[in-house]
């Protein structure tokens, strides 16, 4: 759930690990979903199940939200059996369906009752397309923020003040979704953009029958501690 | 009658108190982000870590962010000190209590590590504004 007070500055889109930004590329980014941390960790899993010498493997990929208190961790998972012996090439291509699948079933989650409620991030504008500069941050561009062309904070914050809250706004694909800049041309409205073309390189595997990736478990729920938690998906 | 009306009355008053009393607690609860100052006490004491409890003050003026990141679920804690960009205070607290600089960073900034594998911290400066800035992020996907 983004807040006009978490827009920030283009030049500090690398030295932040929160924070939104606006990009005439990518749209708004949240800098939190761009890390592509989680994404380092399901390669590693993939690369892990490559040289473990299994004919198969199960990889699992989850996603959740926590509660400030660390009470409580929340949310999917899906884990997928992969036949042993995938060039560098596949496994990012396996990776990136991965989340993709998990990212659209989570933000599912985050806009059914009751969570809905509570948060409009369930497929907030920013959410997808953030999550794929991450995946890109880790197999491609590690800081590629200049080529999104960022705007200063003054610059975000007017586009934020004409369009309204970017959670009012919803983006059910990896689409960028733009808005443009007011004082070019009036009665503009947001629109669909295009991938940059780095963004575009790794194709999200979609061979389902060849036997070489079988879905385990296509749409898991979790509810575990959020610290020292016992479930082994969450 | 006059007595049953009696205790509704009653009963609504406490459940309106009860109300106002955990409203502020349930809004922290489900809010994405927040900031907030050491005088916002009901904040402070709610959202702020230990290790940013105990962080040296290297400025008078500074100010604290919570980021709660759903997804790939992270809680970003960060004090930001504003009119400073001295970080040797902050590098010495922190070797005190066990964290260790790391040889590489994923972002302009430098990382910490202590012995919980999840929580790194980020030391850095803010471009355009003298400012340094502490950010504590604890990944809950990087459990396995």
């Known amino acids: 759930m983004s807040k006009r007070s978490d827009i920030v500055d283009r030049r500090n889109s690398n ?5 939104l930004i606006y990009t005439e590329v990518l749209g708004w980014i949240d800098l939190g979903h761009a890390q592509g941390t989680d994404i380092r960790t399901l390669l590693n899993k993939i690369d892990a199940g490559e040289s473990s010498g299994q004919d198969r493997y199960d990889v699992t990929y989850s996603q959740s939200m926590v509660d400030p208190t660390r009470t409580l961790k929340m949310g999917k998972f899906i884990t997928w059996r992969i036949k042993r012996g995938r060039p ?21 989650l985050q806009q059914a009752f009751p969570i809905s409620l509570v948060t409009d991030s369930g497929f907030s504008g920013e959410d997808l397309v953030s999550e794929l ?9 590690q800081n590629p923020f200049a080529m999104l062309r960022p705007l200063s904070k003054e610059d975000a914050l007017r586009r934020w003040d004409y369009y309204g809250k970017i959670g009012n ?16 041309s009036p009665h ?12 575009q390189t790794v194709l999200p595997w979609s061979d389902f029958r060849s036997g070489t990736v079988d879905v385990v478990s296509e749409n898991g729920n979790y509810m575990d501690s959020a610290k020292g938690g016992t479930l082994p998906y969450a | 009658m006059h007595k049953k009306l009696k205790m509704k009355g009653l009963a609504v008053v406490l459940v309106g108190g009860v109300l106002i009393y955990a409203m502020p607690y349930i809004k922290m609860e489900f809010a994405g982000s927040a900031t907030y100052t050491e005088q916002n006490a009901r904040e402070y004491l709610f959202y702020t870590p230990e290790i940013l409890k105990k962080m040296p003050r290297i400025s008078g003026r500074y100010e604290f962010d919570f980021a709660n990141i759903t ?8 004090v930001k000190f504003y009119g400073t960009s001295d970080v040797s205070k902050i590098d010495l607290y922190l070797e005190s209590i066990g964290y260790k600089k790391q040889k590489e960073c994923d972002i302009d900034a430098s990382c910490w590590r202590g012995s919980d594998p999840q929580e790194t911290v980020y030391v850095g400066m803010l471009n355009g504004e003298k400012m340094v800035l502490v950010q504590v992020v604890t990944d809950f996907s990087n459990t396995q």
């Open chain 2, 71 to 78: 997804g790939p679920a992270k809680h970003v804690h960060v």
């Open chain 1, 15 to 19: 030295n932040l690990k929160y924070g």
């Open chain 1, 88 to 108: 560098y090439h596949e496994r990012k291509s396996i990776a990136l369906a991965i989340i993709m699948s998990l990212a659209m079933k989570f933000e599912g």
């Open chain 1, 169 to 184: 706004w919803k983006n059910k694909g990896f689409n960028p979704l733009l808005f443009p800049d007011p004082a070019i």
């Open chain 1, 188 to 199: 503009v409205k947001p629109r669909i953009g295009r991938l940059p073309n780095f963004m």
């Open chain 1, 133 to 141: 500069l991450g995946f890109y941050r880790v197999v491609a561009i």
